[in-house]
């Protein structure tokens, strides 16, 4: 339930604020990810990706330093990923995945959480120019 690598690509997608920064962090965690798993290598690192590059384009054109902002953006990212993910396994790899909207969206919202808490934890490491 709770995806780590995914929040640690949304941190970092928003917080460097470059696109393709953020692609290539989402693909390696996403790739990497898939390495560490049964599953066919790319499917993570596909939705990662995606997820990686539309957390750093909109960490460009919004203030996502308050937990409001980082909670909404997390959520919706989390939901995001897990609809990418589900077409990339069900359409293109041919998995048989199952989709449950109540178990997803409770997900996303756990990983919205923590994910704040995360994200001001890895604050602390990040350089100020």
């Not at 909404?72 to 293109?92: E, G, P, Q, S, W």
């Not at 409770?106 to 995360?118: C, E, M, S």
């Amino acid at each position: 339930m709770l995806d780590l690598p995914l929040l640690v690509t949304i941190f970092f997608g928003i917080s460097r604020r470059n696109p393709i920064s953020g692609l290539l962090t989402g693909g390696a965690i996403g790739v990497f990810q898939d390495a560490l798993t049964h599953l066919p290598i790319g499917i993570n690192g596909i939705a990662k990706t995606i997820v990686g590059y539309g957390a750093s384009s909109l960490g460009v054109k919004i203030d996502v330093e308050n937990a409001g902002a980082r909670l909404l953006v997390t959520l919706v990212f989390c939901v995001a990923h897990k609809v990418i993910y589900f077409i990339i396994a069900r359409d293109m790899v041919n998995l048989i995945v199952h989709w449950n909207w109540p178990h997803e969206l409770w997900a996303a919202f756990v990983n919205a959480i923590v994910g704040v808490f995360l994200f001001f934890a890895l604050d602390r490491f990040k350089q100020r120019t």
